[in-house]
């Protein structure tokens, strides 16, 4: 191959690699701001949090953007491998950020080893929660409260009773026992038949929660996460708390580290590389770049140092 050659397919991979990086860099602003909802306390973060990953779960543009984000992080991981590679073989083509070796950061010349190092967190993250709640044939708890429900006490006289519901994706709840797992028929109860005989008996009867129903229970997602960091034994949806969360927490804010560090020389270089570049330009981007950098992994490490620390 000429030199010009792979000078051109080094700038292609590089063109490209930028555009990756950049299009990951919104993901992590979509998935914080997500995330971020599990530190709203009590039950409202904890409806809010499976409100949201049912969302993403179910949305047919957000399941586009998912693969989006997929085939993004393997051709940006295949690309920065197969640049080393070239920059090793060859002459050393680096970004058209960086300036000669002495003027360089460690992060910047390090590049495809955090680079790998953020590639086993995600391997490994996706494992802890994405394959758990999308793949896993364990079967996954459901979002469950304590509220009201219209029951007959003795005497044929309606009163509200607490007792435990299953949250539903109607937002309304149902007693546990008629809850309709998804892709799994679990109903005892036919609830036409409690209202008529509620209806009979009391016509102007309103419960303080909504009426029974049968519907799809929301995924306890929330419940897996803080189950994942946390170290309380108890655990209400019925799932035990990890015995190494420590260690879980350590690697996920070790892992946030090394992206603050990946993204403190990517976030600017990508910009480079893309021809957005420029004596005003480039100092901006830069700064830009460590704030995004900084700010963004820091907030991600929070969640699992706060799970840690509350439950
Ligand atoms: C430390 C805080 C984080 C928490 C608590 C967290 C939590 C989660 C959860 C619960 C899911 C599963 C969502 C679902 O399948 O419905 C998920 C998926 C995912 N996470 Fe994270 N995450 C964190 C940080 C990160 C970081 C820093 C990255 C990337 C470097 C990342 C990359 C991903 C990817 C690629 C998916 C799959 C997304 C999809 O299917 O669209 N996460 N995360």
Redesign the pocket.
Same mark, same amino acid.
Request: positive net charge; aromatic residues 20%; glycine residues 0%.
């Given at each position: 191959m000429s030199k010009s050659a792979i000078l051109s397919s080094s700038i292609a991979k590089k063109w490209w690699m930028a555009l990756t990086g950049l299009f990951l860099c919104l993901?992590?602003v979509g998935?914080l701001v997500g995330?971020l909802q599990?530190l709203i306390p009590g039950v409202a973060g904890k409806r809010a949090f499976n409100e949201y990953?049912f969302f993403?779960?179910t949305n047919p543009a957000i399941k586009l953007?998912?693969y989006l984000?997929?085939i993004s992080?393997l051709f940006h991981a295949i690309d920065g491998i197969m640049l080393t590679i070239q920059n090793k073989k060859a002459r050393p083509v680096k970004y058209a950020y960086e300036r000669p070796e002495k003027n360089s950061k460690w992060y910047s010349r390090s590049m495809a080893i955090l680079g790998t190092l953020?590639l086993v967190?995600?391997a490994t993250?996706?494992q802890n929660?994405?394959w758990k709640?999308?793949y896993s044939s364990e079967s996954f708890p459901l979002h469950k409260e304590v509220l009201y429900d219209p029951t007959m006490a003795e005497g044929n006289k309606v009163v509200d009773e607490e007792v435990e519901a299953y949250y539903t994706t109607q937002g309304s709840y149902i007693p546990v026992s008629q809850v309709e797992v998804k892709n799994k028929t679990e109903l005892y109860q036919s609830t036409a038949a409690i209202k008529e005989q509620i209806a009979q008996i009391d016509p102007s009867y309103q419960s303080k929660g909504d009426n029974p129903k049968v519907a799809v229970a929301y995924k306890d997602?929330h419940s897996?996460?803080y189950a994942f960091f946390g170290v309380d034994k108890t655990n209400e949806a019925g799932i035990g708390a990890n015995s190494l969360a420590i260690a879980a927490v350590v690697f996920?804010v070790f892992?946030?580290l090394v992206?603050a560090y990946h993204l403190m020389h990517g976030f600017a270089s990508a910009f480079q590389s893309l021809g957005l570049n420029g004596k005003k330009f480039t100092p901006a981007i830069k700064l830009i770049g460590n704030i995004f950098a900084i700010v963004v /992994?820091a907030l991600?490490?929070m969640? /699992?140092v706060y799970i840690f620390l509350t439950k």
């Open positions: 993901f992590l998935h995330n599990l990953a993403m779960a953007l998912s984000t997929y992080i953020i967190f995600i993250h996706m929660f994405w709640a999308k997602l897996v996460v996920y892992s946030m992206l /992994p991600f490490a969640i /699992p």
